[in-house]
């Protein structure tokens, strides 16, 4: 059971290139999350998908696009990197409701020069 | 508007030394608590969780952390650490009456001295 797959693990961009990173999950959970992880920042939302065909804002989507492509995939699109964006992308997981708890990928290592 | 403060950014101590990690809230409703352990370089994994009865909930690899309501808060503890519990741990918060909103501390590093 592969649980929160996310591609790739690493990668390097220069300024103003523009990606997208796959999520994808197979626990049939209805709700996905992409956050960012900075040194001594905890983790921020950036978006999220409560169900399949929905998608909202958390606390730092500026510069970052979404897709709910299907239940199972959820991709984060930076359309013009910048260094400011360098961080540790992880999404994640859950059924429905507050109480539940959330799975995590591995993460994507992502440096912008 | 509701926070979570984890007071240690970096926690030194021996092996099978006892370990704290202090987490504290602010929230006017009620809410669920969280601890989540990240091992280096990898995503963040459930360790336990309190959701609503006993105060005290225990993980499988010995941790526990208690609920207290009066000093909103959820300290983690564990008697005798391992050198594999070296890791960064996050406390987080979620209020009762919402779906998604996953309120994170800053997170506070383990580091185990042999």
């Known amino acids: 059971n592969a649980g929160v797959t996310q591609t790739p693990k690493f990668q390097v961009l220069k300024t103003g290139q523009s990606m997208t990173l796959q999520c994808a999950q197979d626990m049939n959970h209805n709700s996905m999350y992409w956050y960012r992880q900075d040194p001594g920042m905890g983790l921020r939302l950036i978006y999220y998908s409560a169900s399949e065909g929905t998608t909202d804002k958390g606390e730092v989507p500026n510069g970052y696009n979404v897709s709910r492509l299907n239940k199972r995939e959820f991709s984060l699109r930076l359309e013009s990197a910048a260094p400011s964006q360098t961080s540790v992308y992880f999404c994640a997981s859950s059924q429905t409701g507050g109480y539940q708890p959330q799975h995590f990928g591995d993460g994507t290592r992502l440096s912008i020069l | 508007a509701q926070s979570v403060t984890q007071l240690d950014s970096q926690v030194p101590v021996f092996e099978e030394a006892p370990v704290e990690l202090r987490c504290n809230y602010s929230?006017?409703?009620?809410?669920?608590l969280f601890w989540y352990v990240q091992y280096p370089n990898q995503g963040l994994q459930l360790l336990l969780k309190?959701?609503?009865?006993s105060t005290l909930v225990e993980s499988i690899n010995g941790f526990e952390a208690e609920f207290n309501k009066s000093q909103t808060s959820f300290h983690l503890r564990k008697p005798s650490v391992h050198i594999s519990d070296t890791a960064e741990y996050f406390c987080?918060?979620?209020?009762?009456?919402?779906?998604?909103?996953?309120?994170w501390g800053a997170g506070t590093k383990l580091i185990i001295k042999p």
């Open positions: 987080a918060v979620t209020l009762w009456d919402s779906n998604y909103q996953l309120i």
């Open positions: 309190y959701l609503s009865g």
């Open positions: 929230s006017s409703v009620s809410v669920y």
